[in-house]
């Protein structure tokens, strides 16, 4: 049974900073393509970053320069450092795994950038 547990989310000031970590288990995790969406209120889901198998990684415009997303095999775990927070960084953040024909996804982990 694939699980994807994610943690880190928190409330901090605009300009702040967090790291997201999404630990997966009962999957080769050096094989797939690690995802970290949002879903803000009121809005749809978003794709925030994406890291394939290789280490290459793609980004929203929006946040670009800003986050980070990186992977450690050994620990079957993917992160997103982000800084300089605003308050549209406001959401829920997701892990997602793609093996198609499933979608694995985490329970979601509140970011809240508020002054």
């Known amino acids: 049974q694939v699980q994807l547990v994610e943690s880190g989310g928190n409330s901090v000031q605009p300009g702040g900073s967090l790291r997201l970590t999404c630990t997966a288990s009962g999957l080769m995790f050096s094989g797939y393509t690690m995802k970290w969406y949002r879903r803000a209120p009121g809005k749809q889901r978003e794709l925030v970053a994406g890291?394939?198998?290789?280490?290459?990684?793609n980004y929203l415009n929006s946040v670009k320069d800003r986050f980070t997303i990186s992977r450690d095999n050994a620990k079957n775990t993917v992160y997103l450092q982000m800084t300089n927070l605003k308050p549209e960084d406001t959401a829920v953040y997701y892990c997602?795994?793609?093996?198609?024909?499933?979608?694995?996804w985490g329970q979601g982990t509140q970011v809240t950038v508020s002054s």
């Open positions: 997602n795994i793609p093996a198609p024909p499933w979608d694995y």
């Open positions: 890291i394939d198998s290789g280490g290459s990684t």
